[in-house]
């Protein structure tokens, strides 16, 4: 069964001494907004790692299976989606493209999540997803880092007379030719010495009616944005993770009448906008550089909450507690 609340969500992620989400077009530098100077994480690069941590825990395969997946043709998905339902035309009728796009639905997390465009093979229509992310900022300027280093070997591609490939025997000759000094290379690392990253989320009841989004679902998303980072290690990354608590807004309505309730529930009491003002942070005092998230203070505004709207703490297993909330966080305050 589908969610039945709309929700708005806020959080934040942490890096130390890496890059958080390079940009390709400039040399894999951390991506930045040259106006303000504050980093930027693509909503693409939080989903990869949403997909990631999926995978790992349901083992990719239905009705948790990914249909964005590395080294894969995602046609072939439409196709068998297509097949299933019994029809393998591009320009299929209705009938047979709407069961198509609801049989990948019910397989794909992802696209029952996030959606998307199942046009470019056989045709399975388009997904509106109820999960949309915003481009993650950083709380302050971070400072984008070049350095270079020492690697103690060399990927030369060497040629051999009269020959295609190069054997090992013909690499272990050309080594023992060279001067030491060409057998080390200089590189480079791009990087930030600390980022405080905050993000924003939408899920909307009405367009999780439409993929079948359900409670169970959310749950899961809720582990994925919480666990993600922990599975997802490199030494380009240096160290990043997802601070808790994730703050949800849930909408609940106010309405008497039960049926009325729900329909505002589903439609929200308040404008996103509104909500995510109830949310302030700030370096604590006499912190000039930050270097960690405990020299940040956050504070959640609960007495300023709109009628028919609830404030809660997502945690990593993948409850929200919505009553009583959790001050085990020493970095958050609750006025």
Not at 76 to 91: H, L, P, V
Request: charged letters at 25%; aromatic letters at 8%.
């Amino acid at each position: 069964m589908a969610i039945k609340n709309r929700y708005e969500f806020v959080y934040y992620v942490e890096c130390i001494n890496g890059n958080p989400n390079g940009d390709p077009d400039m040399g894999n530098s951390p991506r930045i907004d040259p106006q303000d100077m504050r980093g930027l994480i693509s909503d693409v690069a939080v989903k990869r790692r949403i997909r990631n941590y999926v995978t790992i825990e349901k083992g990719n395969k239905p009705p948790y299976g990914i249909i964005v997946q590395q080294s894969t043709n995602m046609n072939r998905f439409i196709a068998q989606a297509n097949e299933e339902c019994g029809s393998t035309a591009k320009d299929g009728t209705k009938e047979k493209v709407d069961s198509a796009r609801k049989w990948i639905c019910q397989n794909f997390y992802d696209v029952r999540a996030f959606g998307g465009v199942l046009t470019t093979g056989a045709n399975a229509g388009q997904v509106r997803g109820p999960i949309q992310l915003t481009f993650m900022k950083s709380v302050d300027p971070i400072l984008p880092m070049d350095i270079s280093i020492t690697r103690m070997s060399v990927t030369e591609d060497i040629k051999v007379d009269g020959k295609g490939i190069p054997s090992s025997e013909d690499y272990k000759k050309w080594e023992d030719n060279q001067p030491v000094d060409k057998l080390r290379t200089m590189g480079r690392k791009q990087l930030i010495p600390y980022g405080l990253y905050e993000g924003r989320g939408f899920i909307s009841a009405n367009l999780a009616e439409d993929t079948e989004f359900s409670d169970e679902d959310l749950s899961l998303f809720v582990r994925a944005l919480a666990n993600m980072y922990e599975h997802d290690r490199s030494a380009s990354k240096g160290q990043m993770s997802t601070i808790l608590p994730i703050i949800f807004f849930r909408h609940v309505g106010t309405d008497s009448d039960l049926n009325q309730r729900a329909n505002q529930a589903k439609l929200g009491c308040a404008p996103a906008h509104k909500l995510f003002e109830l949310i302030s942070i700030k370096k604590r005092e006499g912190v000039e550089v930050p270097r960690s998230y405990q020299d940040y203070k956050l504070t959640l505004n609960i007495s300023g909450l709109p009628k028919g709207v609830e404030a809660g703490f997502a945690l990593p297993d993948g409850n929200i507690v919505w009553d009583n909330l959790p001050d085990v966080y020493s970095w958050i305050e609750l006025k």
